[in-house]
């Protein structure tokens, strides 16, 4: 063991703040609700429901992580929101038609208390959304001020020790990292002249920076990926991380391309189409949010695959990407892929999947996940990004120059063993020569 570091206890209330209170927000927040009325079990989520080992296994202590890490308990947290539609959340999550009124009716005066703030909106990111619950200022940095403001007083007003930010919001168009976003200097004078090149996102990932606040990002945008706020968070000490959820065929990717990788078998082509009905579909219908979106969801099979090391098997596949808004199915997406395999000889296979999934139900717990994990990580000290929070993300930030990692597998063992490190236990390497000496 290396000794327990200093961790701060998880006293008092925990903010969860969202920027949107979409589909996915309003999900997640039901979702706890439900399960802190014992109504529901938290599905999907490991902070509630995994298990880690400790020690040989021989010693059988495998305790439930929330047991085992100090972790914020459900009964502990408190919303709060933005979002440029008015609707509270009970409104917003009947409008989002991802839970039947029977989970929703018991929890009704619940939702009814969370009311979004103004947002920090400009439709020019976002261009299918045109909301009235919006923020005025003269500059982007007035703006930025005003949700400084705003987290300040959720801060007060619900008495709370600590809070997390994940952005819960619509995907921006695509915005690559420019001089504006080299050095904060760089991002303060650029949001005083209102610069195009600062989404509104960033000005949220900055004010949660600024007022000592952990920042995730659900979404695909370059948010918190940018230089600057990167090195901010270094220097005031909080922990980053992102980008965009690893829900439906993402997740089935980076499952399916480590087991090709791991047989050795080849790959020809991997064809990914979605048709879904929700408002995420709705902006992701177009060009330019789009095009955030794939570049998020096409370097996964890359960097599983590495081409690089196994020309034979992996190089000049064909990874095509297709989403279609087709409102009927609203949040229930249905995804197909198929891929062609190469085997023995060369000997073409085929795999089909056709995964059938509801978008905000697997995106729920992940929220929890990461608000409870960065809170933890905040008080054990760790700072910048967190690459061992990569198992919740498509495309998972890393230090400049390194590759992120995408197989599943190592980001769960990553994740496991970042738990263990923190809390003095040994790393598990599943050598396990030690039982057969
Ligand atoms: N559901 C999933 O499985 C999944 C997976 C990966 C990523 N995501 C991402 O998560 C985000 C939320 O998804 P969703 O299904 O809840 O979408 P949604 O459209 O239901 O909700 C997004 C909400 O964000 C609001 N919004 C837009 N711009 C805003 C701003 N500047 N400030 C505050 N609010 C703003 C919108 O008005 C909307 O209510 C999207 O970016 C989506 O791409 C979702």
Same mark, same amino acid.
Request: one cysteine or more; glycine letters at 8%; a neutral charge.
């Given at each position: 063991?290396?000794?327990?570091?200093?961790?701060?206890?998880?006293?008092?209330?925990?903010?969860?703040?969202?920027?949107?209170?979409? %589909?996915?927000?309003?999900?997640?927040?039901?979702?706890?609700?439900?399960?802190?009325?014992?109504?529901?079990?938290?599905?999907?989520?490991?902070?509630?429901?995994?298990?880690?080992?400790?020690?040989?296994?021989?010693?059988?202590?495998?305790?439930?992580?929330?047991?085992?890490?100090?972790?914020?308990?459900?009964?502990?947290?408190?919303?709060?929101?933005?979002?440029?539609?008015?609707?509270?959340?009970?409104?917003?999550?009947?409008?989002?038609?991802?839970?039947?009124?029977?989970? *929703?009716?018991?929890?009704?005066?619940?939702?009814?208390?969370?009311?979004?703030?103004?947002?920090?909106?400009?439709?020019?990111?976002?261009?299918?959304?045109?909301?009235?619950?919006?923020?005025?200022g003269k500059t982007k940095r007035?703006?930025?001020?005003?949700?400084?403001?705003?987290?300040?007083?959720?801060?007060?007003?619900?008495?709370?020790?600590?809070?997390?930010?994940?952005?819960? %919001?619509?995907?921006?168009?695509?915005?690559?990292?420019?001089?504006?976003?080299?050095?904060?200097?760089?991002? #303060?004078?650029?949001?005083?002249?209102?610069?195009?090149?600062?989404?509104?996102?960033m000005l949220y990932a900055y004010?949660?920076?600024?007022?000592?606040?952990?920042?995730?990002?659900?979404?695909?945008?370059?948010?918190?990926?940018?230089?600057?706020?990167?090195?901010? %968070?270094?220097?005031?000490?909080?922990? *980053?991380?992102?980008?965009?959820?690893?829900?439906?065929?993402? !997740?089935?990717?980076?499952?399916?391309?480590?087991?090709?990788?791991?047989?050795?078998?080849?790959?020809?082509?991997?064809?990914?189409?979605?048709?879904?009905?929700?408002?995420?579909?709705?902006?992701?219908?177009?060009?330019?949010?789009?095009?955030?979106? #794939?570049?998020?969801?096409?370097?996964?099979?890359?960097?599983?695959? @590495?081409? #690089?090391?196994?020309?034979?098997?992996?190089?000049?596949?064909?990874?095509?990407?297709?989403?279609?808004?087709?409102?009927?199915?609203?949040?229930?997406?249905?995804?197909?892929?198929?891929?062609?395999?190469?085997? !023995?000889?060369?000997?073409?296979?085929?795999?089909?999947?056709?995964?059938?999934?509801?978008?905000?139900?697997?995106?729920?717990?992940?929220?929890?996940?990461?608000?409870?994990?960065?809170?933890?990580?905040?008080? %054990?000290?760790?700072?910048?990004? @967190? #690459?061992?929070?990569?198992?919740?993300?498509?495309?998972?930030?890393?230090?400049?120059?390194?590759?992120?990692?995408?197989?599943?597998? *190592?980001?769960?063992?990553?994740?496991?063993?970042?738990?263990?490190?923190?809390?003095?236990?040994?790393?598990?390497?599943?050598?396990?020569?030690?039982?057969?000496?």
């Amino acid at each position: 063991m290396s000794g327990k570091p200093d961790i701060r206890p998880a006293t008092g209330r925990l903010g969860v703040l969202t920027p949107g209170l979409g %589909a996915v927000a309003t999900t997640f927040m039901a979702g706890v609700e439900s399960v802190r009325r014992g109504r529901s079990k938290p599905i999907g989520s490991l902070t509630q429901m995994a298990t880690i080992r400790l020690g040989k296994r021989t010693e059988n202590r495998s305790p439930l992580i929330r047991d085992f890490a100090p972790l914020a308990r459900l009964d502990e947290l408190v919303f709060g929101a933005w979002d440029p539609f008015p609707d509270n959340a009970l409104k917003a999550a009947r409008h989002a038609g991802v839970l039947d009124a029977r989970d *929703i009716d018991p929890i009704a005066d619940f939702l009814e208390s969370i009311v979004p703030m103004p947002a920090v909106f400009d439709n020019k990111y976002v261009t299918r959304i045109n909301g009235t619950n919006v923020k005025k200022g003269k500059t982007k940095r007035d703006l930025a001020e005003q949700l400084r403001q705003d987290i300040r007083d959720f801060r007060t007003r619900n008495k709370l020790d600590r809070l997390v930010m994940v952005w819960c %919001a619509s995907t921006e168009i695509y915005i690559k990292a420019g001089p504006q976003h080299a050095t904060i200097e760089q991002f #303060e004078k650029a949001m005083e002249r209102n610069d195009d090149a600062i989404a509104p996102s960033m000005l949220y990932a900055y004010a949660a920076l600024m007022e000592g606040v952990p920042f995730c990002n659900g979404a695909p945008n370059l948010t918190v990926d940018m230089p600057c706020l990167v090195q901010l %968070a270094q220097e005031k000490g909080l922990p *980053i991380s992102g980008k965009d959820f690893k829900t439906g065929q993402t !997740w089935m990717k980076t499952v399916i391309a480590p087991g090709l990788k791991a047989r050795m078998l080849g790959l020809a082509g991997w064809y990914s189409t979605n048709i879904l009905g929700n408002r995420d579909g709705e902006v992701l219908d177009d060009p330019a949010s789009f095009k955030t979106k #794939e570049e998020s969801k096409l370097s996964v099979l890359h960097t599983i695959l @590495q081409p #690089e090391l196994y020309p034979d098997l992996y190089k000049d596949f064909s990874h095509v990407v297709r989403i279609n808004y087709y409102p009927p199915r609203g949040d229930n997406k249905e995804g197909w892929d198929n891929i062609d395999i190469v085997g !023995w000889m060369g000997y073409p296979m085929q795999i089909k999947v056709n995964f059938l999934c509801r978008d905000s139900i697997l995106a729920a717990p992940i929220v929890l996940d990461l608000a409870l994990f960065s809170d933890f990580a905040h008080r %054990a000290g760790m700072k910048g990004i @967190q #690459e061992w929070l990569s198992f919740y993300y498509k495309s998972p930030m890393a230090a400049a120059g390194l590759q992120p990692e995408h197989d599943l597998f *190592i980001q769960q063992t990553k994740l496991k063993n970042t738990l263990r490190h923190l809390m003095g236990e040994e790393q598990i390497t599943h050598l396990g020569l030690e039982y057969y000496a």
